[in-house]
């Protein structure tokens, strides 16, 4: 643009425009999503946060009670040295709001044509809608009778269905058979990524301590020594109750050059998955041997890390505290230690079920001989870590 003179105030001033700004210098919203709830398919009314794997971008929502929300960013500062009319990018989204289980989408940004000059409607990406899991609760309660507590009575899920019934539809019973596990998903599963029943035996190496506590998603467990261990081996970390089965990715030798003799060294493993539970430094780690026990079985729900339960067409010669071994072309194998909704109630009628998420209405049954009884229809309230559900039952 030529230059031209400007008078301001009595003062005349040479002034010379960059001319008009690329759009790609712009701000431009980059993603748009709509966040749901699962089980009601409808858009979450609470706080919702939204990030990416680069940086430079940031969230914003539409203001409404529709669930969406997004990314904004300048792209040639979040793509800085891309040439987005040539790639495309790929983007990693994490999603998360109270009370859910954290959900990533992947998508690609680009080839834009006439980038960096133009964008037009390339952008935003519509990442469409995206159904949050909500995170597990427990339900427990008491049995009782006119007498009181009912000691010793059985208590199970009946039926459930996965979403929840409102005026326009009517309750459909799931075919599908729930497996709790003891510890959650560690990572995403494809329908039909398939579940085998194994055994666990000893392994050769010396048992390990854990030289340093290890926390919740944390990848990296550090050992007083690997003698023995391999790349590929199966180790169970913790005690019972947070008992983890996770296999080795990685080892790495780590030796304290201060100490001549290396007295302090000590070994480093990555595993395979992220841990989902917490174990304090000293726990136990030992090498586990597996044999293939069963028939491979068929998941029937597509499930994320961090679910309860796993939704399986078929379940045959499983029962509770089985290990199992979950494959899959997404990720590394997983082992969990799996339980049935099913329990019995304690001296004083008191029971609790496995944790679970997923499902969305139940019935749960309590007997005790000829004493019978029924809670049916529950919605749970994933609002609270435990949901309270007394039954009574009562003879013939």
């Known amino acids: 643009m030529n230059p031209a003179i400007v008078r301001v105030g009595g003062n005349e001033y040479l002034f010379k425009s960059d001319g008009p700004r690329a759009e790609a210098g712009r701000w431009y919203a980059m993603v748009e999503i709509r966040v749901l709830d699962e089980l009601t398919s409808q858009p979450l009314r609470g706080r919702i946060t939204l990030s990416a794997d680069r940086a430079g971008l ?20 979040v793509f800085r040295g891309i040439d987005l009319s040539l790639v495309a990018v790929p983007l990693a989204v994490t999603c998360h709001s109270p009370g859910f289980l954290t959900a990533t989408a992947t998508l690609n940004i680009g080839p834009i044509a006439g980038f960096p000059a133009q964008i037009g409607g390339a952008l935003p990406v519509q990442v469409g809608s995206l159904a949050l899991h909500h995170e597990p609760i427990h339900i427990a309660g008491r049995i009782t009778s006119a007498s009181g507590g009912v000691a010793g009575a059985t208590v199970q899920l009946q039926e459930f269905m996965l979403g929840v019934v409102t005026p326009d539809t009517l309750f459909a019973a799931d075919t599908r058979i729930p497996v709790a596990l003891t510890a959650p998903c560690y990572a995403a599963r494809a329908v039909d990524d398939t579940c085998e029943l194994v055994g666990i035996g000893a392994g050769a190496a010396a048992d390990k301590t854990l030289i340093s506590a290890v926390g919740r998603d944390q990848e990296r467990i550090d050992l007083g020594d690997a003698d023995g261990l391999a790349i590929g081996d ?8 947070d008992t983890e089965f996770i296999e080795i990715a990685a080892i790495e030798e780590v030796a304290d050059v201060s100490n001549i003799n290396h007295a302090n060294s000590y070994a480093a493993i990555t595993l395979a998955h992220a841990a989902m539970s917490r174990h304090p430094a000293g726990a136990v780690v030992r090498q586990r041997s597996v044999a293939v026990a069963g028939p491979p079985r068929l998941i029937k729900l597509a499930a994320t890390r961090g679910d309860a339960c796993l939704l399986m067409e078929e379940v045959g010669g499983w029962s509770a505290n089985d290990v199992i071994r979950i494959s899959g072309a997404s990720s590394a194998d997983e082992y969990h230690r799996i339980d049935f909704y099913r329990t019995i109630a304690d001296g004083d009628g008191y029971y609790r079920l496995p944790a679970f998420n997923r499902l969305g209405q139940m019935s749960i049954s309590a007997t005790q001989g000829v004493l019978t009884g029924s809670a049916h229809r529950i919605i749970p309230d994933y609002a609270r870590h435990q949901f309270l559900v007394d039954i009574g039952v009562a003879g013939p």
């Open 234 to 241: 199966l180790l169970e970390i913790g005690a019972a109750g």
């Open 58 to 77: 940031g969230q914003r929502a539409s203001g409404s009670a529709d669930g969406m929300t997004g990314l904004v960013g300048i792209a040639e500062r």
